[in-house]
């Protein structure tokens, strides 16, 4: 089976950073898409930021761009989104999910995803 763990959230002031992590197991790592989306109370899932396999290429949402860096390590089976500047505005459920595909960024393409982990950015 596929499973999906995301861990790393938390509390955190504006300002501060977080780094999430995301566990992946049952597929091949190494030959997914990955990407963060986050979701809101009261709002959509919305995607967030996505990398190809090898790591080579990545792609951002204008929310988060310049200030979300997603990463992997391939050898460990792990994505990861390294939160700075953080805003009130961050403050969701965020979600790591798997694709065959990179650069399909609807929720629809993402056959995979984890249980989510809590960010909470407070004033």
């Known amino acids: 089976q596929v499973q999906l763990v995301e861990s790393g959230g938390g509390l955190v002031q504006a300002g501060g950073s977080l780094r999430l992590s995301c566990a992946a197991s049952?597929?091949?790592?190494?030959?997914?898409?990955m990407a963060w989306f986050r979701q809101a109370p009261g709002k959509e899932r919305e995607f967030v930021a996505d990398i190809s396999g090898s790591g080579g290429s990545t792609y951002y949402s204008d929310s988060v761009k310049g200030r979300f860096t997603i990463s992997r390590d391939n050898a460990k089976n792990t994505l990861y989104l390294q939160m700075n500047s953080l805003k009130p505005d961050d403050t969701a459920v965020y979600y790591c999910a798997a694709s065959r595909l990179y650069g399909l960024r609807a929720s629809r393409h993402y056959g995979h995803w984890g249980q989510g982990t809590q960010v909470t950015v407070s004033s």
């Open positions: 049952g597929l091949t790592f190494s030959i997914y898409a």
